[in-house]
């Protein structure tokens, strides 16, 4: 079993920045991939950006170029920068972990673990 805590969120103006954090608690070294999934009220969970085992990345084309998603696995820690924030980015920030291999890393029914959440406002 996998434990999961966000942290980071928070109110930010737009044009701001952000760093989310997951601290896990297994090692993240033994997950096929983790990620960062986000849902605002009314709409369905979507997957942001994700890190697989060797490192390779994936972004939803709506925070390309703006988020970065890394992993420290020696402090088994999951991190999200965001930057240039708009207030579209307002959501329920998710961290998850899928720990075997999986086809579509943006799709939410792949990861077995999630965290609570972590809120992120962008409004001026």
């Known amino acids: 079993q996998v434990q999961l805590a966000e942290s980071g969120g928070g109110s930010v103006q737009p044009g701001g920045s952000l760093r989310l954090s997951c601290a896990a608690s297994?090692?993240?070294?033994?997950?096929?991939?983790m990620g960062w999934f986000r849902q605002a009220p009314g709409k369905e969970r979507e997957g942001v950006a994700t890190?697989?085992?060797?490192?390779?990345?994936t972004y939803a084309d709506s925070v390309q170029g703006r988020f970065t998603i890394s992993l420290d696995n020696s402090k088994n820690t999951l991190f999200l920068q965001m930057n240039s924030l708009k207030p579209e980015d307002t959501a329920m920030y998710y961290c998850?972990?899928?720990?075997?291999?999986?086809?579509?890393?943006?799709?939410?029914?792949?990861?077995?673990?999630w965290g609570r959440g972590t809120q992120v406002t962008v409004s001026s």
């Open positions: 890190i697989d085992s060797d490192g390779s990345t």
């Open positions: 998850a972990a899928a720990p075997f291999h999986i086809l579509f890393p943006l799709q939410r029914y792949e990861y077995n673990y």
């Open positions: 297994t090692r993240t070294s033994t997950n096929y991939c």
